[in-house]
């Protein structure tokens, strides 16, 4: 079996070789800049963007796409001013700066540089009022405040959608899942193509994908990682093992699919409402309904059904409930199948409200990991409360920090939790020898 294993991950580790070294041929063909508008998940077209040198001669301009995309070559490394035309944003959308319509930005060489701006609803940028004048003392403020809270509770839901999984896989196996985030990406590729290809109703193509998705996870379960789990295999192998099934996934998804961000056939562009000082789109509040009935569906499963307590039986002790008559195995087979359901419905649920993208599992996967560690490692409803407040918190971290730069605070929540509270909020202290 060790040969096996071994000769399986000298596989992978060479098509992530050559899959690599393509990628970073094609990435090194030439230097440029690049971004993508964004208002409320929705993509934003037609808007001009200008590059200049240093000096501030012309170096190129260009018009985002119809999915808010934009690129500009530059002629070599150097630093760049890129400017975005105001005047061409579409009425009721505006820069949430408007003093940061101007960015200055390092192009190394070989590079592709992205360039982020952020956009907020007209009358909720952010207003200078003097030097002596906090943020803190105008409304726009505390307006950003709330708009930004509640699509970080947005996120969170997301985010807890796939931790649970995660988390319960872990609980009951041991496994740290590095191929999770996947599992979002396999869930809304799968409804896209059920959408797109198929002409199938979103409303039926999406639970045809949970559907299709859970038959995935109960197949990998039962082919693969149990095989690996009755020949012995270690748990460092195994998470390695899962690093090169999360690769593999993602690149056959972008040789079927494409690296184009797609977009499902309904409920592609919608108006926002207005809820007091919150803007929201009715897809995102049916998204949110969505994830917080399904989490309680969860919860109460795992509280008050056989099968909810036998799978928190397993994850406290394996062996105490396999010698208490409890089928181990069975229990494992279902939280696969469960968690692989429910990542693909979150999938499904953050391409409605983004762009259907290869690499959106990816995206993710870190703010996972930050909920699943910050809530207690193996417990469900520690990755539910973990993941909410790393989702509200990186998106408050946007009022002090760029957004290109926010899921940094996810990095720091690891870090922190791991140094003071290792078992998380609601894990418990474990001896170990």
């Known amino acids: 079996m060790r040969r096996a294993v071994i000769t399986l991950t000298a596989f992978l580790g060479g098509l992530i070789f ?17 971004g993508k508008l964004v208002h409320q998940g929705q993509p934003v077209n037609g808007v001009k963007i200008s ?5 501030g001669e012309p170096v190129g301009e260009a018009t985002t796409d119809a999915q808010g995309e934009w690129a500009v070559p530059v002629p070599e490394a150097g630093t760049y001013k890129v400017s975005i035309d105001q005047s061409s944003l579409p009425q009721g959308i505006a820069l949430r700066d408007p003093n940061r319509a101007t960015l200055t930005v390092q192009v190394y060489e070989g590079n592709e540089r992205n360039v982020l701006f952020a956009l907020v609803n007209a009358g909720q940028q952010q207003q200078q009022q003097g030097e002596n004048a906090p943020p803190g003392e105008t409304e726009q403020y505390w307006t ?22 995660l988390s319960l896989i872990f609980g009951t196996t041991g496994l740290t899942n590095f191929s999770h ?7 809304a590729f799968t409804a896209y193509l059920f959408n797109t290809a198929f002409g199938l109703h979103l409303l039926i193509a999406a639970p045809l994908a949970v559907l299709v998705a859970a038959a995935f996870g109960y197949g990998q379960d039962r082919f693969f990682w149990g ?3 009755k020949r012995q295999t270690g748990i460092i192998s195994m998470m390695i093992i899962s690093i090169g099934v999360a690769i593999l996934l993602r690149y056959m998804i972008l040789f079927f699919f494409g690296g184009e961000g797609l977009r499902y056939e309904q409920y592609v562009a919608q108006q926002g409402i207005q809820l007091g000082p919150i803007s929201a789109t009715p897809k995102s509040l049916i998204a949110m309904a969505i994830q917080i009935v399904v989490l309680v569906g969860v919860g109460l499963a795992l509280t008050y059904t056989r099968i909810g307590k036998a799978t928190r039986a397993v994850a406290d002790n394996p062996a105490l409930a396999a010698s208490s008559g409890i ?9 696969w199948t469960a968690g692989t359901a429910i990542a693909a419905l979150a999938g499904v649920l953050l391409g409605l409200i983004q762009n259907v993208q290869y690499q959106m599992g990816l995206h993710v996967l870190l703010l996972m990991f930050a909920g699943v560690i910050l809530g207690g490692l193996g417990t469900a409803f520690g990755a539910l409360v973990g993941s909410i407040i790393v989702g509200v918190f990186i998106q408050l971290s946007t009022l002090w920090i760029p957004p290109e730069m926010k899921n940094i605070g996810a990095l720091a929540i690891l870090i922190l939790v791991l140094l003071f509270r290792p078992q998380g909020i609601l894990g418990r202290r474990e001896r170990i020898g």
């Open 18 to 34: 050559l899959l690599a070294s393509g990628a970073t041929t094609a990435w090194a063909e030439g230097e440029g800049l690049k």
């Open 51 to 55: 590059v200049a040198d240093e000096s």
């Open 144 to 165: 950003r405040v709330a708009q930004l809270a509640f699509e970080g509770l947005s996120l969170g839901l997301t985010i807890a959608l796939g931790a649970v999984g």
């Open 181 to 187: 985030g996947e599992l979002l990406t396999i869930g």
């Open 227 to 229: 095989v690996l789990r």
């Open 327 to 335: 089928n181990v195995d069975r229990v494992i087979r279902v939280v």
